[in-house]
């Protein structure tokens, strides 16, 4: 037992070693290399200047941010302010006609790129219509009454000067239509 407990101290101090003198040659051959053995595809043709963004180029020094960098409606949020957030839901309208219905002719899906408005609804119990302050801009609409206020991001950017509200002091709801910018009017033909 003894004979072999030595044969395998020397197994493993050969193993030992052969690993080291190994490691050695590796570590000489990465010191060897060319720089040319770290480039890659990028690297290809002549170098290029790396131009800086002028999106987060200051203006001002004094300024800590700019205008574009700040989200459309955000002059509007208001933590402070104790009045409740009112039920809303957002419909996308599409008008569709019997050719797109039955013949699918203009080439209309009902995903949201080819609609054409956007229908705001918004509940406003124990409200008048009097009392509504409504603004909207291209991708915020701003709701305020005496006991609600809403700052509603956008989901599509709209044309803002083409929409029209309703109150239904029936159902103490104002509807906002809003016609949508679509990116890809040239395939969504009116």
């Known amino acids: 037992m003894e004979c072999l407990g030595a044969s395998s101290a020397q197994n493993l101090q050969a193993l ?4 080291s003198a190994q490691q050695e040659e590796e570590d000489e051959n990465y010191k060897n290399k060319t720089p040319s053995a770290g480039l890659g595809p990028g690297h ?3 170098p290029t200047k ?9 203006k001002n020094s004094k300024d800590i941010w700019s205008e574009e960098e700040v989200a459309e409606g955000s002059q509007y949020d208001d933590l402070a302010d104790p009045r409740p957030q009112p039920k809303y ?3 996308l309208k ?8 039955f013949l699918g002719l203009s080439g209309k899906d009902p995903s949201s790129m080819c609609c054409e408005a956007m ?3 918004i509940k406003l119990p124990d409200t008048k219509a009097t009392d509504v ?3 909207v801009k291209e991708k915020f609409l701003d709701l305020r009454t005496p006991k609600y206020k809403l700052g509603l991001h ?5 044309h803002s000067r083409g929409g029209k509200a309703q109150f239904f002091s029936e159902r103490e709801e104002l509807e906002v239509t809003l016609p949508t910018k679509r990116p890809m009017d040239f395939i969504n033909l009116q």
């Open 154 to 158: 956008l989901p599509h950017p709209t």
């Open 119 to 121: 229908l705001v609804k």
């Open 94 to 101: 599409q008008s569709v006609g019997t050719e797109d219905l």
């Open 89 to 91: 839901e957002i419909l």
């Open 50 to 58: 790396k131009e800086v963004s002028t999106a987060y180029v200051k």
């Open 133 to 135: 302050v409504l603004d």
């Open 16 to 19: 030992s070693a052969l690993l």
């Open 44 to 46: 290809i043709g002549p």
